[in-house]
């Protein structure tokens, strides 16, 4: 048993192998030929591993961009790190989260069943997450270490990963100019409020994709001599107030502190393109695949994907998302330690990528200015949520590092809060939550019809 569960876990904390099996069950439903079937798993799973491992370029050139900040300002306090806070909860609560993990996996596919919300979440790195959020808020409010825990969190978690896509949807039809694939990241409550904000105060008719450039900066057009240009810059900054000592003792191994600014930034550029190519490979891989999954046993579903499938659809976007909320974060910082608070250090990883997001969700609908005030809201929840999350996680509560996305903040606060109330308040509430999506299922047209 430990072995199987020890397999499972490894097999959906891997979104390659796991995006693959689903290509692969899609095309068999399909009847496909065997040369399709292997071509079509084997070029989403490969697909998989170049975004993944674009997306770990890219935060291994933001790892000094976090330490020179830190090294500049002399802050200490709680980084906002998914990755970081999972790896000490999994230490406790892995067997646990594990268990969650599955039946929320098994809820969600039910839910896309017989519901109209047709969202297949296949973020496996997300699910693991949230699973282990949930086993530890449940855990810290009594439950133990009991069937019932792993009950009611696989609820909780499979009806969570099925509604956040839903509320996407309506923009990623904006976005991607289809309705093929859906968002499967821990950022959709985020991004979703994002939209909306964008949609009130923007101006559609001004994208950031519609930046026009002098002649003479043409060359600027291509995304990655822009982005390597610009986060040359932000790169000499830093390591120029960093100092010379610091990044050659420190950080670059000995090397020149100018050309270790200089690399990181083309290393950042290196990163976006490569995440780019794998996205091309894996929206013309999978979405086919997916019809036979949604012709046979989920009609009509979507594949919801992790947030780089979005990235290039608006490149521009992605860089003012990125220091926009990156700017926000700083100053809610400053905020904290004039308040005497918790002090919450911008986390650069989760600026990025939810920064980058929230400003494409807030492009769709409101142009430039959307996109500034969608990555604006989107960082203020991230930087300011934290605080209200870190007295309901029990033994993490002190730890250095917290929850990042608003989909761990939002619903965990929730949760936490009704946690409160004891084991069957939280059982009510996780049922009338799942009751409450039903409901709601019954009285809407489906969602990717609106």
Known sequence: MRELLALFEGIVTTPAILVGLVAMLGLLLQKKNATEIVQGTIKTFVGFLILSGGAGILQQSLEPFSKMFNVVLHVQGVVPSNEAVVAMALVKYGSTTALIMLVGMIVNVLLARFTKFKYIFLTGQAMLYVSCMTAVILISAGFGDSWLTIILGGLFEGTLLTITPAICQPFMRKITGNDNVAMGHTGNIGYAIA??????????????????????????????????????????????????????????????????????????????????????????????????????????????????????????????????????????????????????????????????????????????????????????????????????????????????????????????????????????????????????????????EK
């Open 195 to 448: 939209g909306v904000f964008g949609k009130l105060f923007g101006d559609r008719d001004k994208s950031t994709e519609d930046i026009k450039f002098p002649k003479s900066l043409g060359f600027l057009r291509d995304s990655t001599v822009s982005i390597t240009l610009v986060m040359s810059v932000v790169y000499l900054v830093l390591v120029l107030f960093s100092g010379a000592n610091y990044v050659e003792t420190k950080l670059s191994a000995g090397s020149n502190f100018i050309i270790f600014a200089i690399v990181q930034a083309g290393t950042f550029a290196g990163g976006f393109a490569i995440v780019l190519q794998g996205v091309r490979m894996i929206l013309a891989e999978i979405v086919p695949a997916f019809q036979g999954i949604a012709q046979k046993l989920v009609p009509n579903s979507k594949p919801a994907l992790d947030v780089p499938i979005i990235f290039p659809f608006a490149p521009n976007a992605v860089l003012i998302g990125f220091f926009t909320s990156f700017l926000v974060g700083v100053i809610s910082m400053f905020a904290m330690i004039a308040m005497h608070t918790v002090v919450i250090i911008p986390g650069v990883v989760g600026h990025f990528f939810c920064g980058a997001a929230a400003a494409i969700y807030g492009n769709s609908m409101g142009g430039r200015r959307g996109a500034v005030i969608g990555a604006t809201v989107n960082s203020l929840l991230i930087s300011w949520l934290p605080l209200a999350i870190l007295p309901l996680l029990g033994s993490l509560k002190m730890a250095a590092s917290t929850f990042a996305d608003t989909d761990y903040l939002i619903p965990g606060i929730i949760l936490g809060n009704i946690g409160k109330t004891g084991v069957i308040g939280v059982t009510i509430g996780i049922i009338l939550f799942v009751v409450a999506v039903l409901v709601t299922s019954k009285m809407l047209k489906p969602v990717s």
